[in-house]
């Protein structure tokens, strides 16, 4: 690889090669985007003594396995975050040459997630260095297509939910989870709930003709206008009665629009999407058919809500049993480092809510603001990456923090 692993003794260093890894989310192209990113996850982690594998998801893109062993080997703590960046167009700095200034190293991918992913790849870098294995085995996973269609994520639990892996050929984690700790920006806060969606887009039809002989004639963007009133007059209201802890209230908005072949045709078709945010407790399927229901049924003109195009769940808050566990053991380790350990919701959703659905106690931790995120001039502030460094640390570590801190030296 013409990237060095040998080079990265430092975050920054670290961070500033995976940036230099271009990783783009082809959409859907049938392009291999990450997995150059993924060969050099797996390199560094082999360098620390790590095993580590690639595993292809779809068109040659490969998700990253690897796996440093603890203590207990019967059990692993999971840390997952996506080697996929949005795309690069418009972007004010340089999109895969790392630049410092004032604090800050910019490029694409540098808050969401390369970030939270050379956070994770430092903090197993000190605990190997110490000489001390940590308390369980730690499983590090770098998935694909978190940006478009969670292909990555999806692929690695396909044989988690339920109890299915020893019937399908053996858990693609490795050992138990007891606990995952999802790599996103979070201004090293510890996000323990957060929002999921379900989009779809919403159709009228008509017979189309003369602009000039409207009369009598079904006109599909008049059709949706009464629509989108409705959605923001009735609906929206109604969601936002519903004030959900930690997440706030869901969401309904229209986002794109499109219609009509003229100005002086009448449009035979015009057609919205919508953005339905889900809270804990809400499946968006049966959300979709519980809109699909009431707007077709309210509409006598030809109205029809298509099937969802995009569906993420939402990640509830865990407040009980070994989840419960979890979350207070990551945040004592905030604590710890001086930092906030009490859980909080955002709206965004990430791969933690299809770990939760497995079974696994899921959160969401570090580096970088997403307000940063996807931006013409994404930066991350490397006293974060520093910080969120040391928090996972001390968490993988357990009782060999010390030990583990003491050789970084």
Known sequence: MQHSVLQCNTGEALLAELIAV????????ALPAETPLAEFVADYCRHLGMTARLDEVTDGRCNVVATLPGRRTDECVLLETHLDTVETEGMTVAPFTAQVRDGRLYGRGACDAKGPLAAFLSALARIAASGHPPERTVVLVGAIDEEHRYQGVTHLLAREAGGSAAHEGGSRIGPRPV?????????????????????????????GGHSSLPQGRVNPVETLAEVVGYLRDEVAPRLAARHEPLVGAPTLVVTQISGGSG???LPERCEVTI????????????????????????????????????????LPAQDDGAAADFTARVGRALAA????????????????????RTGIPSVVFGPGSMTEAHTPGEFLDLAQLEAATDVLTTLLADGTAGAAREDRG
């Open 337 to 356: 480092h001086g930092l906030d350990p009490v859980g909080v919701g955002v709206g965004h959703g990430t791969d933690a809510s299809k770990i939760c």
């Open 179 to 207: 606990g995952a700790v999802v790599g996103e920006p979070t201004s090293l806060c510890l996000v323990v709930a957060h929002k999921g969606v379900m989009r779809c887009r919403i159709a009228a039809t008509g017979p």
């Open 22 to 29: 271009p990783s783009v989310n082809p959409r859907e192209s």
């Open 275 to 314: 953005d339905r945010r889900t809270v804990g407790g809400e499946e968006p399927e049966q959300v979709w058919r519980a809109l699909k229901d009431e707007l077709e049924g309210r509409f006598s003109g030809p109205v029809e809500v298509a099937e969802p195009h995009v569906v993420d769940y939402a």
């Open 263 to 265: 100005p002086n045709v």
